[in-house]
């Protein structure tokens, strides 16, 4: 039998086609080939709540569904890119450890500064910005939790942080710049699930490195929960300033029962010396900032996504499963990754003590010299 014509074909697969879908937005996603922007362009592209999904990076990703366009986001031809699109999703940031500083601000501003500018310029309505709770800031003052509304207490000496408090900036002034765009900003927790940061890498320690005096409380945010939160947004089923995690958090002695590592005491002095000693002098990726978030609160209520409905699938005891699961097999000292020969020649825990012994000890030496 021969098959049908094709203007029957179409009008048969348009008449199966959900409703709800033709009527939804069209999203465009940055970022789209690898980490979260994957993951939500798979989500969003077999929706029935998205009628298309714009997906852009410097590479194709793996989405069939999705319609790409291979480009750098500080293109400005970005904006032809965007015509049609009812939301922009802005998830085309780097926040690798590994990255040079100067490199990483570069693109991070100019890129966000861009995609504002161009959506504007496209006629879209809507972005949604991911950034970290992170920019509320690691203070021993932090109430448990911290509303959505909380003032941004953060300072640039964490990694990304500073970028992260730009893009923050660039999101509150791009609807007075350019009226009739509306920005949504999604603020997660530790981020789990494929990710590589200071705070996973934490976890890949023989001991759990903790501050004398100091407070820590661990919320998590699987990447799962964080798409569906961003989902939300796109669909306009909360706006504004959200942020995302597990409900609740785990006190420092939770964490290191449920994780059986032992922790490792320092004064407060030594450790956050330390840290700046190593980093200043290439030996270790994460700068001193770091280590406030493992210190002090910084959990969020997420309390606007709750009153929309959402609500996380993945607990805090479930997310440091994984996370524990993940690191499995990898060695970091001080936030350096060590090879397995590494770690085994100088054993994990006696590095940790060297290193920050070492650091400590060049302090010392250099306030010797100071005083002759």
């Not at 802005?90 to 861009?114: F, I, K, M, S």
Request: proline share 5%; net charge negative.
């Amino acid at each position: 039998m021969s098959s049908p014509d094709p203007q029957v074909r179409a009008a048969r697969n348009h008449s199966t086609t959900p409703a709800s879908a033709l009527r939804g937005p069209v999203v465009a996603i940055t970022g789209a080939a690898s980490g979260i922007g994957a993951l939500l362009t798979e989500r969003l592209a077999v929706s029935e709540e998205v009628k298309q999904v714009i997906a852009i990076d410097e590479r194709r990703g793996e989405c069939a569904g999705a319609q790409w366009h291979i480009l750098d986001v500080r293109d400005p031809v970005i904006a032809d890119k965007l015509r049609g699109a009812d939301v922009v999703v802005h998830l085309a940031l780097d926040l690798d450890l590994e990255t040079d500083p100067a490199a990483r601000t570069a693109y991070n501003v100019r890129g966000t500064q861009t995609v504002l500018t161009a959506a504007a310029a496209a006629g879209v309505h809507r972005v949604v910005v991911c950034t970290s709770a992170m920019v509320y800031g690691a203070l021993p003052d932090n109430e448990l939790p911290l509303s959505e509304d909380a003032e941004l207490r953060a300072t640039a000496e964490a990694t990304g942080v500073g970028d992260l408090l730009e893009v923050e900036r660039l999101a509150r002034r791009a609807p007075r710049a350019h009226p009739g765009l509306n920005v949504t900003v999604v603020r997660p927790a530790v981020l789990v699930g494929g990710t590589d940061t200071a705070l996973t890498r934490y976890f890949e320690s023989p001991r759990l490195l903790v501050v004398a005096g100091s407070r820590p409380a661990w919320q998590f945010c699987h990447v799962e929960d964080l798409c569906s939160a961003l989902e939300y947004a796109v669909l306009e089923k909360a706006d504004g300033e959200l942020a995302v995690g597990c409900d609740g958090w785990l006190e420092q002695e939770e964490v290191e029962e449920l994780t059986g590592i032992r922790r490792m005491e320092l004064p407060s002095a030594v450790a956050l010396g330390a840290a700046a000693r190593l980093h200043r002098i290439g030996l270790t990726p994460s700068p001193a900032g770091d280590l406030a978030y493992t210190m002090y609160p910084w959990v969020v209520s997420g309390s606007r996504l709750h009153d929309a409905g959402w609500r996380p699938r993945w607990t805090n005891e479930e997310v440091l499963a994984e996370l524990l699961e993940e690191v499995s097999g990898r060695h970091t000292v001080a936030g350096r990754r060590l090879g397995r020969k590494d770690a085994t020649a100088a054993g994990a825990a006696g590095a940790t003590v060297a290193l920050l012994g070492a650091a400590a000890v060049v302090r010392r030496a250099r306030k010797a010299r100071r005083r002759v």
